[in-house]
């Protein structure tokens, strides 16, 4: 790229030249993927300080000058199913020209919550109905009475859990009642997965698309940036997630039970090789 273009789009994007200079210097070394999450923090960020900055005002001004509206994808993993779906979620929001925010539940500031307009929860469930360890403090916080109420968001659950269990989805039934208690209003039904969870979770995540996207694709393609990318990619985004129709193929080292020999239980210590 030549000097005159680098600065053309220095001029265009508001930077200056040391600032261009650095950022072309980052992105030829992203993936495609990290350049999606990239774009879905630098978004965030910035609905963030323009929030904090914005002044009090009514009228067609204060409407004018109001933050961009994006979805907030949250997701609470135990075992990393809900995050591959989440990060599948965030792929087809992003081609769909919708601005969204990937988050794991155990990262989110829960002061933020209250600024939010659209959120997607995306959640498993373990043990005797118990929230995946990244979830748990957002999960007790949405429980206690330091939550705020929420009129103005917009939501939708998904769940993924184990029917042969009791408390089947129970964290995602949690998450469901408590934002919606605190006045939320749902996009789409919650939805709870069992164990082959790719047809459901796939009818969930078009339902949602198809009620956001007229709401929120006109105001996000305003600030769509097209970002540089010099050299070819070392890898596709679809081949850098990993799921059970992409399975990772490892090596079993070690699976040896730890229960009695007389228990009717077989538990088992396992290693693989990655």
């Known amino acids: 790229m030549s000097s005159n273009t680098q600065k053309n789009l220095g001029s265009t994007t508001a930077l200056s030249d040391t600032q261009w200079a650095q950022l072309n210097q980052l992105t030829p070394s992203l993936t495609p993927a990290q350049l999606g999450w990239l774009?879905?923090?630098?978004?965030?960020?910035?609905?963030?300080q323009v929030t904090a900055t914005l002044p009090q005002a009514n009228g067609p001004a204060a409407e004018a000058s109001?933050?961009?509206?994006?979805?907030?994808?949250?997701?609470?993993?135990?075992?990393?199913?809900?995050?591959?779906?989440?990060?599948?979620?965030?792929?087809?929001?992003?081609a769909a020209g919708i601005a969204a925010k990937l988050v794991n539940m155990a990262d989110y500031k829960v002061k933020q919550l209250k600024n939010e307009s659209h959120i997607v929860v995306i959640v498993s469930t373990h043990g005797?109905?118990?929230?995946?360890?990244?979830?748990?403090?957002l999960h007790d916080f949405l429980a206690s009475k330091k939550a705020p109420k929420l009129p103005n968001l917009k939501f939708s659950v998904l769940g993924l859990g184990?029917?042969?269990?009791?408390?089947?989805?129970?964290t995602a039934k949690d998450f469901d009642k408590k934002l919606a208690e605190l006045g939320a209003t749902r996009i789409v039904n919650r939805v709870d997965c069992d164990v082959d969870?790719?047809?459901?979770?796939?009818?969930?995540?078009?339902?949602?698309?198809?009620?956001?996207?007229?709401?929120?694709?006109?105001?996000?393609?305003?600030?769509v940036v097209a970002m540089p990318h010099i050299g070819k990619p070392t890898l596709s985004v679809a081949a850098a997630q990993y799921s059970k129709k992409n399975p990772f193929t490892a090596s079993l080292l070690a699976s040896q039970k730890i229960t009695g020999r007389d228990s009717v239980k077989d538990i088992r210590h396992v290693e693989i090789s990655l």
Do not use: M, R
Not at 39 to 48: F, H, I, R
Not at 66 to 89: D, H, M, R, V
Not at 162 to 170: L, T, V
């Open 128 to 137: 005797e109905g118990d929230a995946p360890d990244d979830a748990v403090e």
């Open 162 to 170: 184990d029917s042969s269990y009791e408390f089947f989805c129970q």
């Open 66 to 94: 109001s933050p961009e509206k994006f979805i907030t994808l949250l997701y609470g993993s135990q075992t990393g199913n809900a995050k591959a779906l989440a990060q599948g979620y965030k792929a087809k929001l992003d």
């Open 197 to 223: 969870y790719d047809e459901a979770s796939a009818t969930w995540a078009q339902q949602v698309l198809d009620k956001v996207q007229d709401e929120l694709k006109a105001k996000s393609n305003s600030h």
């Open 39 to 48: 774009s879905g923090y630098l978004a965030g960020l910035a609905q963030t």
